[in-house]
C-alpha cells in the first residue's frame, strides 16, 4: 500500500508550500506528478513553479507539452501518470479517486486548505476510506512559521 501524507495547509499558501516539497523530491530523485482540480490551473502553477524564486526553478511541464517522460515534474488534471512519477501530488481540490492507483506511486500527498471548510471535509472523507482500504497515512500541519510538523503520532 501507498504512504499518503496529508498536508493541513494553515499559516502558509499553497504556492509557497508546493515549491519547498517539489524541490524534496527532486532532491531525492523523484519524479513528480502534480494532480490540480480544474484544469486551468495548470497554466497558473506552471508560471508559478518559473518564477517562484529568482534564486532556483522547478523543471516541470504540463499537459499539452511534448515528451513526458523526460519531465521530472508533470502538472496534470487527470489520474495519468505520463511521466513515470513515484509520488502524486493532490492540490486545490484534486481526490484521489478509483481512477487512481495510489500503489503505483511511492508516496501521495494531498494538501489542502485549512481555511476552506469544503477542502477539510473532503481531506477526511479521503482519509477515512484510504485508512479503511490499509494505506500508511500521516497527518502534517504548520506551525506558526509555516514549518511541517507531523500531528498524527
Keep these: 500500500m501507498a504512504d499518503v501524507a496529508f498536508y493541513h495547509l494553515q499559516t502558509i499558501s499553497l504556492e509557497t508550500a508546493l515549491p519547498q516539497l517539489l524541490a524534496k523530491c ?25 518564477t517562484f524564486s529568482d534564486a532556483s526553478f522547478l523543471p516541470h511541464a504540463g499537459e499539452g507539452a511534448g515528451d513526458p517522460e523526460r519531465q521530472p515534474i508533470w502538472l496534470s488534471a487527470t489520474s495519468a501518470n505520463p511521466n513515470g512519477a513515484a509520488v502524486r501530488f493532490f492540490v486545490e481540490g484534486a481526490l484521489p479517486n478509483d481512477d487512481h492507483v495510489l500503489n503505483d506511486y511511492e508516496r501521495a500527498l494531498l494538501m489542502f486548505d485549512g481555511n476552506n471548510p469544503d477542502a477539510v471535509q473532503n481531506a477526511r472523507g479521503v482519509w477515512k476510506t484510504l485508512r479503511d482500504d490499509g494505506h500508511a497515512l500521516s497527518y502534517w500541519r504548520q506551525s506558526d512559521t509555516g514549518a511541517w510538523q507531523r500531528a498524527d503520532q
Design 26 to 50: 527532486l532532491q531525492r530523485s523523484w519524479r513528480v506528478v502534480v494532480e490540480v482540480g480544474e484544469p486551468s490551473r495548470i497554466k497558473d502553477l506552471d508560471e508559478h513553479l518559473w
